[in-house]
């Protein structure tokens, strides 16, 4: 059995890292990247089993990162956890329709991620997840 990939996009460095430690502890090998393009990169060559997006990268945002994502790559069931300073109920909406799976605001704590991230695990395992779904 090959060891889940988790893809960290988080343009801040620490929270990268903090974000990297914790799904490390929960048993992923993490990929990280700083913006759009480094993602599209290890997409290109890894299937993530999780990838956690920032919405606000520095270039392209992380709403285009999950249509790519969620475009002709046959990635269409990889949870998506989508995370983000604001907590308007329109950037929750545009995050489902772009094809994200849960929506943590941010600041949040490491057992947080782990929260929403077994969330998401345990809904890929019954069938691809939903946001509605997984309101924690």
């Known amino acids: 059995m090959?060891?889940?990939?988790?893809?960290?996009v988080e343009d801040d460095p620490e929270l990268q890292k903090a974000m990297s430690e914790q799904l490390?502890?929960?048993?992923?090998?993490?990929?990280?990247a700083l913006h759009y393009a480094a993602a599209v990169e290890h997409l290109g060559s890894a299937e993530?089993?999780?990838?956690c997006v920032d919405l606000e990268l520095p270039t392209e945002s992380g709403?285009?990162?999950?249509?790519?994502i969620?475009?002709?790559r046959g990635l269409d069931?990889?949870?998506i956890l989508v995370t983000s300073d604001s907590d308007y109920p329109e950037e929750m909406a545009n995050a489902e329709e772009v094809g994200a799976n849960a929506f943590l605001r941010k600041p949040f704590s490491s057992n947080d991620?782990?929260?929403?991230?077994?969330?998401?695990?345990?809904?890929?395992?019954?069938?691809?997840?939903?946001?509605?779904?997984?309101?924690?």
């Open 2 to 8: 090959r060891n889940r990939i988790a893809l960290v």
């Open 24 to 32: 490390s502890r929960m048993g992923f090998h993490v990929l990280s």
């Open 48 to 51: 993530p089993d999780l990838v």
């Open 63 to 68: 709403y285009e990162l999950c249509e790519y």
């Open 70 to 72: 969620r475009g002709p």
């Open 77 to 79: 069931i990889v949870p």
């Open 113 to 136: 991620l782990a929260r929403y991230v077994s969330a998401l695990m345990g809904e890929r395992r019954r069938s691809s997840p939903s946001m509605q779904r997984l309101r924690l």
